[in-house]
């Protein structure tokens, strides 16, 4: 059977290329990751297969996410992208199927559509969104069951009010580049409230998303970052610690869009 929800805690792997990608992901599995996020425009997907066939696992015991490149939104060119991806990624499905980035140049009910029509044939068991502003997740819930908004989402972005609007519409956030492109193992008050549980910053701003109900994805090559991301799941916060870490948000972007995107609505 496949896992209802993603595991909240996953291994993302923008930026992670050939052999890398591939140790990664199959480092990542033997330490317990059962949820992988990658995309077509990371061309990595052929890597994340690779290791997951080459893993063993059943396939009904992992979370795979992949998200459709903007400029392959037009109805056709996304099936037709869709399956190239799951050729790549040697699976019939995906547990995840997420349109990346808005396009404006395109219409968003066809692209939607054409993402609902992955869901109606089981080639993705979830449909999703990421990066849409607030505006345009209200836009997508009128048509089609969004899951999940995958945005830019950390302790420096903590993003209060596109939380807000997708609890009121019940969709899920996945927060990419949770550990602030590495920003956060530098932050003094997240070091403290790790030094007193015997965890790092990092660890402490990733279990800060864990327990305000998100799924984040570091993303992570070596062993031992991997194993530490792990540990975020080994620890709780106390109302002090969170009170502490909500008061560092700055609205800090770290990722440019391709375009300029209304974020405040």
């Known amino acids: 059977m496949a896992l209802a929800a993603p595991p909240p805690l996953g291994l993302g792997t923008w930026l ?48 795979i996410t992949t998200k459709v490149w903007r400029e392959a939104l037009e109805p056709r060119a996304f099936r037709d992208s869709v399956s190239a991806s799951l050729e790549r990624l040697r699976t019939d499905h995906v547990d995840l199927l997420l349109v990346h980035w808005p396009n404006p140049a395109l219409p ?46 950390h302790v420096f972005l903590q993003q209060r009010e596109l939380c807000a609007e997708a609890e009121r519409l019940g969709v899920r956030l996945t927060a990419y580049s949770p550990l602030a492109r590495g920003k956060v193992a530098d932050d003094a008050v997240l070091a403290a409230i790790g030094a007193r549980y015997g965890r790092t910053a990092s660890q402490v701003a990733l279990r800060w ?6 799924v984040a994805i570091p993303k992570a090559s ?21 009170a502490a870490i909500e008061a560092l948000d700055r609205g800090l972007r770290t990722i440019d869009p391709p375009f300029a995107p209304a974020w405040d609505r």
């Open 16 to 63: 992670l290329q050939g052999a890398v990608c591939e140790r990664a992901v199959e480092t990542a599995l033997e330490l317990g990751y059962r949820h992988v996020d990658t995309a077509q425009i990371y061309r990595n997907e052929a890597e994340v297969g690779r290791a997951i066939e080459q893993s063993c696992l059943a396939r009904e015991q992992l979370w």
């Open 108 to 153: 968003l009910k066809a692209t939607l559509e054409a993402l609902r029509a992955e869901q109606e044939s089981r080639r993705a068991l979830q449909i999703g969104v990421s990066n849409f502003p607030r505006a345009l997740l209200r836009a997508a819930c009128a048509q089609v069951p969004v899951a999940m908004n995958q945005v830019e989402l």
């Open 209 to 214: 998303l864990l327990e305000r109900g998100h």
């Open 222 to 242: 070596s062993r031992e970052h991997l194993r530490e991301n792990l540990g975020a799941l080994e620890f709780a916060l106390d109302d002090g610690d969170r």
